[in-house]
């Protein structure tokens, strides 16, 4: 009994020396002299438990990798969590190398992150390799040019709300200021809502299930401790489960996305022949012909209700935000594109059509421009 006591000693003594020769290896020895990535250049580890962090979020995070391109080049390496690493790549013909052309030899970062997870399902953001090849073989054509322009005159009536909406605010006033901005994500939403899914948000007038649940989920301020949050559940995913506030927010709004999710696609399916001219609607459909196997399944067709949610949404409302701001800070620009869009359309009710529109060139030019220089995929 006593020989067993001492060796049983001695065996937690190894286990506990394995144990710290394991995390010291696995965390410091490994990431930072090993890992072929040490090669690549970026500023010295400042912390043992969190690498660059406090750096990257004691300012703007933005300015913080700015910096580090400025100081170190177009790849640069920092450390986040037990100096685990983080490459920041700048350079457009790797980018292009990265995400167009061999876009399979990488892992999205977004699939690491727990909550993303949750929240998107099996969408097509999320899932990799031959799951997401078979997805976007059978979208794709749901995105055809034939079908985009199917859908611009449920686009043109949203936007025409947005009119008569500015409209009314400016009245028979000859001078004054209207916000123009706090309707663009009403309109975006309305917009996405319909022609990804035929769901009627109408959100400058009434306020949705949906709407709600979705605003829960993306308007979580976004302050250094939130992203601390955010990163940290990634190394430690329990905590994304953990009854406070924010997660209690969440996990509640996100049944709400799925419930309604699920009975769109419902009504979708059970559609099917009356050709709704929607996304889902057309995805259903093509979805239909597929045999046993190929076919997106249930849950797969649910995630994409989120997709379009988050693709479609958030993007057009900044797009359009930046654009308007950039037109109001170069009053000469706005005053020629407004001269080409009154010239084309004399009477202010006419609802113009995709080709009308595809042809003003100038329209054309400032759209562009105002993607390039703010981007809102960012
Ligand atoms: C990616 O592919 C395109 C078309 O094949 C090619 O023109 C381009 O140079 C490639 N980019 C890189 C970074 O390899
Ligand atoms: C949205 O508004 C339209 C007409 O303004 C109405 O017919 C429709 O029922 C409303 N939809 C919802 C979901 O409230
Ligand atoms: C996939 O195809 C099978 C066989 O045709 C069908 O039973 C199943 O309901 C389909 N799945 C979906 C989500 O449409």
């Not at 969190?50 to 790849?75: C, H, M, T, W």
């Not at 009356?274 to 045999?291: A, C, F, K, M, Y």
Request: charged share 20%; hydrophobic share 40%.
């Amino acid at each position: 009994m006593l020989y067993f006591l001492t060796n049983f000693k001695n065996y937690i003594s190894y286990i506990i020396a394995a144990f710290i020769g394991y995390f010291f290896y696995k965390y410091y020895i490994y990431p930072l002299y090993i890992s072929p990535l040490c090669r690549i250049p970026g500023p010295p580890v400042e912390r043992l438990f969190f690498g660059n962090l406090i750096s990257f979020f004691k300012s703007d995070p933005d300015i913080y990798l700015a910096r580090l391109k400025e100081q170190y080049g177009d790849v640069v390496l920092f450390r986040s969590f037990f100096n685990s690493p983080e490459v920041v790549i700048t350079d457009h013909k790797l980018i292009q190398h990265i995400l167009v052309n061999n876009t399979y030899d990488y892992v999205r970062a977004i699939a690491d992150r727990p909550e993303a997870r949750d929240m998107l399902g099996k969408s097509i953001f999320v899932v990799e390799g031959n799951v997401h090849k078979r997805q976007r073989k059978i979208m794709n054509p749901a995105f055809s040019f034939t079908h985009i322009k199917g859908v611009f005159p449920t686009v043109v009536k949203i936007v025409n709300k947005l009119k008569d909406n500015w409209m009314n605010q400016i009245g028979d006033k000859n001078e004054g200021t209207i916000t123009v901005t706090t309707m663009l994500p009403k309109i975006a939403l309305d917009i996405i809502g319909l022609v990804g899914f035929g769901y009627e948000f109408n959100s400058t007038t009434t306020e949705s299930e949906l709407a709600r649940a979705y605003e829960t989920i993306t308007s979580e301020k976004q302050t250094p401790s939130y992203f601390m949050l955010i990163i940290a559940t990634i190394f430690f995913p329990f905590i994304s489960k953990l009854p406070f506030g924010r997660n209690i927010r969440f996990q509640k709004s996100l049944k709400v996305i799925k419930a309604c999710s699920n009975k769109i696609v419902f009504e979708r399916k059970n559609k099917l022949i009356q050709g709704g001219q929607d996304l889902l609607s057309i995805l259903v459909r093509i979805n239909d012909e597929l045999p046993e196997g190929e076919n997106l399944t249930h849950e797969e067709l649910k995630s994409q209700v989120m997709s379009f949610l988050i693709a479609g949404h958030e993007t057009t409302s900044t797009a359009s935000t930046w654009a308007l701001y950039l037109l109001a800070k170069h009053p000469d620009i706005q005053n020629r594109l407004r001269e080409e869009l009154i010239e084309a359309f004399p009477d202010r009710s006419y609802q113009p059509t995709f080709d009308e529109i595809e042809c003003l060139k100038y329209l054309d030019s400032v759209i562009k421009e105002a993607l390039r220089v703010i981007p809102p995929g960012k």
